[in-house]
């Protein structure tokens, strides 16, 4: 069985969308949210699909180890983050080396690193005048967004589109596209 634990900083639509795919399989179970934001809507979540809940606190994330013991205690095998905005330190990319996943409203290289992020990207996709966008699922190693690319849908950027627009249309590409890659990503790595 693998035990999922989603990290999220906001709404969570993509965390939600995660929950609900899984819902019964045989093999992938969401069990825990963990939000750096004590009054995200994504915890909400683990309260009514029962699912466990953590708030970090930076300094405990950053100065100590002590978020594995929580992840032990639940059992956790795979770490999905999912809007959640902070870096992840080395100890906990080390252990999940090959066991975190990323998803990113880009199509990675172009558009990542630090201070690309929600609206961020969406608006400097536009600035730049592109005329694709899409989402990128990537491995988690210590620098934002340079981990090893998993999956990637993109989807055209019309003359009129405003950054909400590309915002939109990128969304609807994570809530398709995501867990899906996840199950492949897991099922692939199982076999
Ligand atoms: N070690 C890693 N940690 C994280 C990764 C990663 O690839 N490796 N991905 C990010 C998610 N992300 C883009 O997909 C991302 C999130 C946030 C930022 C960013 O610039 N954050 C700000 C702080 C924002 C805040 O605290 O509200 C910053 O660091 O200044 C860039 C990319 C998750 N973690
Ligand atoms: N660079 C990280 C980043 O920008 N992540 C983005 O945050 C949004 C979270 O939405 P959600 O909370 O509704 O799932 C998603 O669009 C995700 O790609």
């Known amino acids: 069985m693998e035990n999922l634990a989603i990290f999220a900083s906001g709404t969570g639509s993509n965390a939600k969308k995660i929950i609900e795919y899984f819902e ?38 950053y100065g100590s180890e002590a978020l594995l013991e929580e992840l032990k205690a639940h059992k956790i095998t795979f770490v999905v983050l999912a809007g959640f905005l902070w870096l992840v330190p080395p100890y906990l990319v080390g252990a999940y080396k090959s066991r975190m996943v990323n998803i990113h409203p880009a199509l990675l290289p172009k558009f990542g690193g630090q201070g690309m992020y929600g609206m961020n990207v969406h608006r400097a996709v536009k600035a730049a005048g592109e005329q694709e966008t899409g989402m990128t699922v990537h491995l988690v190693n210590e620098a934002y967004d340079e981990g090893a690319v998993l999956f990637q849908a993109s989807c055209p950027i019309a003359e009129t589109d405003t950054p909400e627009d590309i915002a939109r249309k990128v969304l609807a590409l994570e809530h398709q596209y995501f867990a899906p890659a996840i199950e492949s990503y897991l099922q692939n790595k199982s076999s």
């Open 24 to 61: 019964g399989h045989p093999n992938i179970r969401p069990r825990l949210i963990v939000s750096n934001n004590a009054s995200a809507p994504v915890l909400a979540l683990a309260e009514s699909h029962g699912l466990g809940q953590l708030v970090l606190k930076r300094a405990s994330f």
